[in-house]
């Protein structure tokens, strides 16, 4: 399977609901992997199940792709010399691909009932045999397909799966081997004529010249059945060579079970909305499953590409960590240039996330601060939080945190530090200063010192640098919270 042949990899999602990150995974490693061998990335589109695919998922697709910073060389937008790359567009190709495997003996119409169907599978799985499909009608004679038609029967298109192992090399897994009875005829057509999955699937990776196939786990099953088709289409002259498969890992959610599409951690689109940087969301996703080295967690997708190789590739499940996502998140928001930064926060800076009118917003301010913001953000959403205090009349006080630093005595201590911090000089390390002497009046430390400053000035416990915040929001705006904070200790 696979030969010297320039590589060409495929992502192919079907357009059903929001982009999850395993299929995010998916496409990255593949991607990478294309892009690691000078190969081509073809993006195509599984639409085939009408019920289920939607238009507006499609547009978000591509939209995700190319938050992601995807590019692809064959597919939408793209075109291509193997177009069209939407599966709907291509129903004419597996009609004639069906009826060629007809006609040639690889595939034969199936007219069981689903009850019937039912009853034997029961009574396989009864005798403790495998329960799937008998193969009852591998040999139907003209006489009993009249007399099914004539009885109104539907027929499916099933594939003749050869009887003896299948073994192949994963180039994940290793050498795996699965016998006929686990692996028995399958239906490639419905009785509507539709097309499945197993047919359209095989079919346009051979007619796209696809060199290696990348994907998850919950497809190994369907890789034996897919390369005993991928014979009859080499014999049939359709195909010119079986693909190598490498199966990724499962990726896992909570409980230890596999993180689905269900899972609220799953959804792409959560991450867009908190503000993820695509190269970060991207970093720790390849290491679900792959890493640069063992001494290395944080790197560019450029360094992603030069060292990727799919035989490095974990064949156990991966845990997704949020945590450690945000961490590596903010690793590499740390890593921006700070004009760069600045620009990322844009959004969250604006309704409908700021709770400030837009008149109070003043760019200068936040661009003195961002910096501070910079080295502590782990997720860009967590800006407008940080900074609101800058840009609204009062700030917008935790009770927790009120509570917490506004013990017995702090209306003393902040009366001192009051008096200290109206003839310091405005800058942070004289801010810093005057607290600390205030504290050491009282007999506290810096940290119990500078608590009931923070929350009179910020609202909150813990956030930004405060002498660096407060030389930023100025003499008269900190003094004015400061007596807010000491009027509301009094009444």
């Not at 409980?255 to 689109?269: E, I, V, Y």
């Amino acid at each position: 399977m696979a030969s010297a042949s320039p590589v060409r990899v495929r992502f192919c999602p079907s357009p059903t609901g929001n982009p999850h990150v395993g299929l995010v995974r998916t496409a990255l490693f593949n991607w990478a992997f294309a892009r690691h061998h000078g190969g081509t990335l073809v993006f195509r589109i599984e639409d085939t199940d009408a019920a289920r695919d939607s238009e507006e998922s499609y547009q978000q697709l591509l939209d995700s792709m190319r938050w992601l910073g995807f590019d692809w060389d064959e597919g939408p937008e793209v075109g291509g010399p193997h177009a069209p790359y939407r599966q709907s567009q291509r129903m004419d190709i597996y009609q004639d691909v069906a009826r060629k495997l007809l006609e040639g003996g690889y595939a034969y119409r199936c007219y069981c009932t689903a009850e019937e169907l039912d009853a034997r599978r029961d009574a396989a799985r009864a005798a403790g045999k495998p329960s799937g499909y008998d193969g009852t009608c591998r040999v139907v004679t003209p006489e009993q397909e009249a007399a099914y038609e004539a009885e109104g029967r539907a027929s499916i298109v099933r594939f003749r799966m050869p009887d003896e192992p299948i073994t192949f090399t994963d180039l994940v897994r290793g050498e795996l081997t699965f016998t006929p009875e686990n692996v028995p005829d399958y239906g490639i057509v419905r009785a509507n004529g539709a097309p499945l999955y197993t047919l359209v699937n095989p079919v346009d990776d051979a007619l796209m010249e696809i060199t290696h196939v990348l994907r998850g786990e919950d497809l190994l099953s369907s890789t034996p059945r897919q390369i005993a088709l991928y014979k009859a289409l080499i014999e049939l002259g359709i195909a010119k060579e079986i693909p190598a498969f490498g199966h990724l890992p499962y990726v896992m959610g909570e409980g230890n079970k596999k993180l689905s599409k269900r899972d609220p951690q799953a959804s792409l689109n959560l991450y867009r909305e908190r503000g993820f940087l695509p190269e970060g969301l991207l970093n720790y996703l390849s290491l679900l499953g792959w890493s640069l080295s063992a001494d290395q967690d944080i790197f560019t997708m450029d360094e992603m590409v030069a060292a990727f190789d799919i035989k490095d590739v974990n064949a156990n499940p991966a845990r997704f960590d949020l945590k450690k996502c945000e961490s590596i998140n903010g690793d590499h928001m740390r890593r921006m240039d700070v004009k760069a930064f600045i620009e990322a926060c844009g959004p969250w800076l604006k309704a409908p996330f700021a709770p400030w009118a837009p008149e109070a917003f003043d760019q200068a301010v936040f661009e003195a601060i961002a910096p501070h913001a910079q080295t502590r953000l782990t997720v860009l959403s967590d800006i407008t939080a940080n900074v609101d205090f800058f840009f609204l009349d009062e700030p917008a006080h935790d009770e927790a945190s009120w509570a917490k630093a506004m013990k017995e005595g702090s209306d003393a201590l902040l009366r001192t530090a009051r008096a200290k911090l109206e003839t310091a000089e405005w800058n942070a390390e004289a801010l810093k200063a005057a607290v600390l002497a205030a504290g050491e009046e009282h007999g506290l430390k810096l940290g119990k010192a500078q608590a009931p400053v923070r929350v009179a000035a910020t609202g909150r416990t813990v956030g930004l640098p405060l002498f660096e915040s407060l030389e930023i929001l100025g003499r008269e705006r900190t003094l004015a919270r400061v007596d807010a904070a000491l009027a509301k200790l009094a009444a």
